[in-house]
């Protein structure tokens, strides 16, 4: 899911610095005031900020969430192990009893 997510993003990231590039390119050529063409440079530079901030709160959540699964995982192997013992000392105890009263 971050894969896909990522993916997306960059495409989005990579189609607008495609249109920023071309937009100062024409302007370059058309001898374009500087004004415009660093407006469209600041713009560039926050969708840029601002997809980054975004993959970086995504890879934290993804990382977080990886992190509670790996931890209730290991909570249920621990007490599906205590329980095991518990049943096969308990199957232990029956048997000596039973054995003894023979």
Do not use: H, P, Y
């Not at 607008?16 to 100062?24: E, H, K, T």
């Not at 374009?32 to 975004?54: G, H, K, P, R």
Request: hydrophobic share 45%.
């Amino acid at each position: 899911m971050f894969n896909s997510n990522s993916k997306i993003r960059l495409n989005r990231i990579a189609g607008a610095a495609v249109v920023a590039v071309m937009m100062s390119a024409s302007s370059f050529a058309a001898q374009a005031n500087d004004a415009m063409v660093q407006d469209t440079l600041n713009v560039l530079e926050q969708n840029i900020s601002q997809a980054s901030q975004d993959l970086f709160v995504s890879a934290k959540q993804e990382f977080v969430l990886s992190l509670r699964t790996q931890i209730a995982e290991q909570i249920f192997d621990v007490n599906t192990d205590s329980q095991e013992k518990l049943l096969a000392s308990d199957d232990a105890e029956q048997s000596v009893t039973t054995a003894s009263q023979k």
